[in-house]
């Protein structure tokens, strides 16, 4: 239970500070309707469900990249076949929510919903879904994929969503505090943040063998 409020807590807080364009993970979705779609999109079936995602049957080159999290630079980061391996072999790619939401299977829930609900839901609840397989990381790998469809398989489609939502908010707030809490240190240096960041500077400092630096002035 405490687990669920806290990320309750984190996603409203992500979904209050994030600008509205960005990955939200489905907070604003109706209950009901990820469900729903999970359902239509069949992913309890591995193999069906990374096509209706975007990924080919053939698979590519497996590169040992590994995507970032939306908020330490997973927003800006290229798909891993943008960077074309030095054989020229094809690598097995990347999907992000954008390339989801141009496949047919997105696409076709979009029509069949759309007259019960909004775009704005009908989006979210696509969000929903590609959380609950993507985690934090804007780009869906296919070895990410299989292994949350997984959980999916022996747990539900709700503990994997809130599985993945957990794993997008704990990373936005993380990112979050560590900006405010460098931020306080310029502002207000005499603060317990800027104090033990101090220490941790100084314990370094030692560590590294850099305690003579000041005597070889």
């Known amino acids: 239970m405490q687990v669920l409020i806290l990320s309750i807590a984190l996603l409203v807080l992500t979904n209050a500070l994030t600008p509205p364009d960005i990955f939200r993970a489905g907070i604003a979705a109706p209950t009901e309707l990820p469900s729903k779609f999970a359902n239509d999109l069949k992913i309890l079936s591995t193999k069906s469900s990374l096509n209706t995602f975007g990924f080919p049957s053939k698979v590519g080159e497996i590169t040992k990249a590994s995507p970032r999290h939306y908020a330490w630079g997973g927003i800006n980061e290229p ?106 240190c310029i502002v207000v240096p005499t603060n317990p943040a800027a104090k033990a960041l101090e220490q941790l500077v100084e314990i370094a400092r030692v560590k590294g063998g850099f305690e003579y630096v000041e005597q070889m002035k």
């Open 79 to 184: 798909a891993v076949q943008n960077k074309p391996l030095p054989n020229k072999l094809a690598v097995d790619p990347w999907i992000d929510f954008e390339m989801f939401l141009q496949t047919k299977s997105a696409e076709s829930l979009g029509k069949k919903y759309a007259k019960d609900y909004t775009e704005e839901e009908i989006v979210a609840s696509l969000e929903a879904v590609f959380v609950s397989l993507s985690g934090g990381s804007k780009w869906l790998t296919r070895a990410k994929a299989e292994s949350s469809l997984a959980v999916i398989e022996s747990q539900g489609f709700e503990a994997a969503l809130k599985k993945g939502r957990v794993e997008f908010a704990l990373g936005w707030a993380s990112f979050l505090l560590l900006t405010v809490g460098f931020a306080s």
